[in-house]
């Protein structure tokens, strides 16, 4: 038996012939930041490699580079055996096989969805493309994944959800052999999301390799084959599953003990009411219903989540609460006085929070630095301003005690808040929505891309203003978040609130029938509309 055992030498060699990404000595520096430092990766054929690491860490720099988006300062990239490293880019890496799914996106607003998966496999002197041919096969992707996605909608039209999925079934139709995922299921409800693991299971098992860019360590850990760890910039370990932990791989993310467990979250002994919203209807430019007579309260010192399906009312509930969209009918009754005809402004002074979906979007100037990201929506206010003239001394100080008090990690309050990472980007809006002493908080998909740290210290805030007495209405997609937070849930499905539950009362399985329309509370689902 000795005789057939391979050499060290062999082994390497082995391992090297089945390598369809080596990269070395990757080191990559923006400004006085050095994002990656001698980091080395090397990807498997027919392999699901976990990329784990806190925000910060170079994942995604990393990951952007094997895509092309960004040239390393030193180091080389081979691709299925070939050195591409001074004439790679995101079209050569197409070219090669590789399809990657930004966590923020990169499609054409005002083009539908099929329009933005066809059209960057389209040749400029293609004058008839063969739209019925690309619909029944973009189609078929969609039936595999169970995504809800109409291919005439225009993405202008689409939730954040929604739109993830349109740049996953790009990358999947333009051929990806190596498929990068930068927290794919976010916000996917959970059969969803398990859809997709198991999707990602069959590409591999037919050869395909898949980088899975997460920061629920329970995914890396379903089905990964081996994890890499970033941290700092830093390469730390790439280890095989079956010789870890999840314990283990936190420990390594962040250089201590990771205590998953908020502190305790009891709902409050009486609940008064602070957002009350009473039949609330909002029709679509088409004149069809987005919310349907949407009833529901939320008390001081509770936390109401929403679960549903992207796209299913919860955006359009939140601008119409904040007063960024209009309400058709019903009522909007903040602490016993109808709202619903303020402004943005007059809704903020009165005591209304509001964490946006997209921080990017509509929660920060990403140009502006991260004091005046802080006092942004009171600028023009006293002490920051006076007789029209900004006050910067002002601005410093108030700047100065957030970054202490909610522990933003910024090189200075003059940094533009564009180089922070994602988690202290939103602690930035965290601290600007709090320090206004809300009575309650709209808060959409208040984690979203954060890793497991940012994400916890995100929670345990919510869980704070609780205890303090402020309602919170926590629109999120993510179904642990709910869980973990919420007093109550309800669940929305077209428009329509379709059910409730305690915290005490969840049933898993009918939630997720309810989320995608199959069981209502009364036990009668709402009709179900297959994808055209």
């Not at 994602?422 to 601290?431: C, E, I, P, T, Y």
């Not at 609780?466 to 919420?486: N, P, R």
Request: aromatic fraction near 6%.
């Amino acid at each position: 038996m000795a005789g057939n055992r391979m050499t060290p030498d062999q082994k390497v060699a082995a391992e090297e012939a089945s390598w369809v990404v080596a990269m070395e000595n990757i080191s990559k520096t923006f400004g006085d930041v050095k994002a990656l430092d001698d980091v080395s990766f090397y990807l498997g054929k027919g392999e699901i490699r976990a990329v784990v690491g806190e925000n910060g860490a170079g994942k995604s720099t990393l990951m952007n580079i094997l895509y092309g988006m960004y040239h390393p300062d030193s180091g080389r990239i081979r691709v299925f055996g070939e050195d591409l490293t001074d004439k790679w880019s995101p079209r050569m890496a197409i070219t090669r096989g590789i399809g990657m799914i930004h966590q923020h996106f990169s499609l054409i607003p005002n083009q539908t969805v099929l329009e933005n998966v066809v059209m960057p496999t389209l040749e400029w002197m293609d004058i008839s493309p063969q739209w019925k041919s690309y619909e029944q096969q973009i189609n078929k992707i969609i039936n595999d994944y169970g995504f809800q996605l109409r291919l005439k909608d225009r993405v202008d039209t689409l939730s954040v959800g929604e739109k993830q999925q349109v740049e996953i079934l790009k990358a999947l139709y333009q051929g990806a052999k190596i498929l990068i995922l930068d927290e794919p299921t976010g916000v996917l409800t959970p059969q969803q999301a398990e859809n997709l693991l198991q999707f990602l299971v069959s590409l591999r098992d037919r050869g395909y390799s898949v980088v899975l860019v997460t920061h629920k360590l329970n995914e890396a850990m379903a089905i990964c084959d081996r994890v890499t760890v970033l941290r700092g910039g830093r390469h730390v370990a790439t280890v095989k599953k079956e010789e870890t932990t999840p314990q283990e791989i936190a420990r390594m993310m962040v250089d201590r003990e990771w205590l998953a467990k908020l502190e305790n979250n009891a709902p409050p002994a009486t609940v008064r009411p602070v957002l009350e919203v009473k039949e609330l209807t909002i029709e679509d430019r088409h004149g069809r219903p987005v919310l349907d007579k949407v009833s529901f309260s939320v008390g001081a010192g509770e936390i109401v989540g929403v679960a549903g399906v992207s796209g299913n009312g919860q955006t359009e509930l939140a601008e119409a609460l904040v007063g960024l969209r209009k309400v058709g009918k019903g009522s909007i009754i903040m602490d016993g006085t109808p709202i619903e005809g303020w402004s943005v402004g007059k809704r903020r002074r009165a005591g209304l929070g509001y964490i946006p979906e997209d921080r990017h979007s509509t929660g920060l100037v990403l140009e502006l630095s991260v004091a005046e990201n802080l006092v942004l929506d009171r600028i023009r206010q006293m002490p920051f301003s006076r007789l029209g003239v900004v006050q910067p001394q002002a601005i410093e100080k108030v700047a100065q005690e957030a970054i202490h008090a909610y522990a933003i990690k910024t090189p200075s309050a003059k940094t533009p808040i564009r180089n922070l990472s994602g988690g202290n980007q939103q602690k930035v809006v965290l601290a600007r929505t709090l320090s206004a002493n809300p009575k309650v908080i709209i808060a959409c998909q208040p984690t979203w891309g954060l890793d497991f740290s940012a994400t916890e210290y995100v929670r345990k805030k919510l869980i704070e203003c609780a205890q303090a007495g402020i309602g919170c209405l926590l629109i999120s997609s993510d179904l642990d978040e709910l869980m973990e937070l919420s007093h109550r849930i309800i669940v929305m499905f077209h428009g329509r609130i379709v059910g409730e539950f305690k915290r005490a009362e969840i049933d898993l399985d009918r939630l997720g029938l309810m989320m995608t329309g199959y069981a209502s509370e009364n036990g009668n689902g709402p009709e179900r509309k297959e994808i055209a």
